[in-house]
């Protein structure tokens, strides 16, 4: 075990230990409705996988990782080994603890909800988590959203279900949706760490606008009102979002 890996262990150790936590107590508290039990798993998850990177950003060492001599790839490796292991283990407690609670039930709803939810719930949560920490540089403005995504994705395919196919499953247009946005975050996830460069303080934060408006200038404000500005919006901007 090398030492960035025993230092990616630590790191996420903290989250993992809360989302534990959020896997077990409602599980044991709640009543026979699953549904809060898992929303609270589902913010643990999401705790989690932000966490693996939203750390570096917020603590301002993302450019001595990428700086590093080291293969992009085999960092990418060595942080996200850590962190599917730990979103795994999370899922399989929460699927455990609640397949004992309501095993006695016969309730096959309850079961394929809960065996579903174990397993593209980590999945969502890694793609949504690490994919929009990466791509917005903003660790809350990445949580918020990566908690939203799937929830409002199910929504709107339950919706076009019931209109388009009201007599079909439910389940299989809900896994086929939030399949292919696990595969889709995790694959801008890869490519986004790959091709990161960490241009500074001010500048990184603002590298991902600056990609997609190239002509977004502020030359023509003066040096310290410019400064200012461009602070406030590396503070703001992930709010806005």
Known sequence: MTARFKKEVRGILPAWGVALLLALLPSLLTGRDPNWAAFACWLGLVGIAVTAFGAEISHGTLGMLLAQPVRRQDLWREK??????????????????????????????????????????????????????????????????????????????????????????????????????????????????????????????LSFWAEKFPRFRMSRIPSPMRSLLRKEMVLQHGAGV
Not at 136 to 156: K, S
Not at 178 to 201: E, H, K, T
């Open 80 to 205: 996200i080994h850590p962190l599917g292991l730990s979103l795994a283990s999370v899922g399989f407690v929460f699927l455990l603890v609640m397949g004992l609670k309501h095993g006695s039930s016969g309730d096959k709803d309850i079961r394929s909800f809960l065996i579903g939810f174990s397993i593209l719930a980590p999945l969502c949560a890694f793609s949504g988590g690490v994919g929009l920490t990466l791509l917005l540089r903003h660790g809350n403005a990445a949580f918020g959203l990566a908690i939203a995504l799937p929830i409002g994705l199910v929504m709107i395919v339950e919706a076009i279900r019931a209109e388009l196919a009201p007599n079909q499953n439910p389940g299989l247009f809900i896994i086929t949706a939030l399949g292919s946005y696990s595969i889709l975050g995790c694959l801008v996830a890869r490519w986004r760490f790959l091709n990161m460069q960490d241009l500074g303080p001010v500048d990184a934060e």
